[in-house]
């Protein structure tokens, strides 16, 4: 089994900073592909980053709704993976999800029925 624990989310402005953490534990494969979505009331679950952890290369992909805002990265030593999010907006708000795939590399956003691991959320809200 592997056990994702999000952290990091917060309340902000228009305009501001987050960085949101995934601390991944339990067994782990030397690839992963790890994922952050973000749901929001009455909106459908959605894929805004992806990165191939450990020997994926650390290869990212982006949604366009957050592509130029949102960085995925990854620390190996610490089984953990970032989303810093930068210029949030009021449409950035929601619940957001760390998801994980051992052993599989993601070439694109895939959807959540890829992802047999996940976290339990940490609440983002952007206000105006």
């Known amino acids: 089994q592997m056990q994702l624990v999000e952290s990091g989310g917060g309340s902000v402005q228009t305009g501001g900073s987050l960085r949101l953490s995934c601390a991944a534990s339990?067994?782990?494969?030397?690839?992963?592909?790890v994922a952050w979505f973000r749901q929001a009331p009455g909106i459908e679950r959605e894929g805004i980053a992806v990165?191939?952890?450990?020997?994926?290369?650390?290869?990212?992909h982006y949604a366009n709704s957050v592509k130029g805002r949102f960085t995925i990265s990854q620390d190996n030593a610490r089984n953990t993976v970032y989303l810093q999010m930068n210029s949030l907006k009021p449409e950035d708000t929601g619940m957001y999800y760390c998801?994980?795939?051992?052993?599989?590399?993601?070439?694109?956003?895939?959807?959540?029925?890829?992802?047999?691991?996940w976290g339990q959320g940490t609440q983002v809200t952007v206000s105006s």
């Open positions: 998801a994980a795939a051992r052993g599989r590399l993601c070439a694109s956003i895939y959807s959540s029925n890829v992802f047999p691991y």
């Open positions: 339990g067994v782990t494969y030397s690839t992963n592909c």
């Open positions: 990165i191939n952890t450990g020997g994926g290369g650390g290869a990212t």
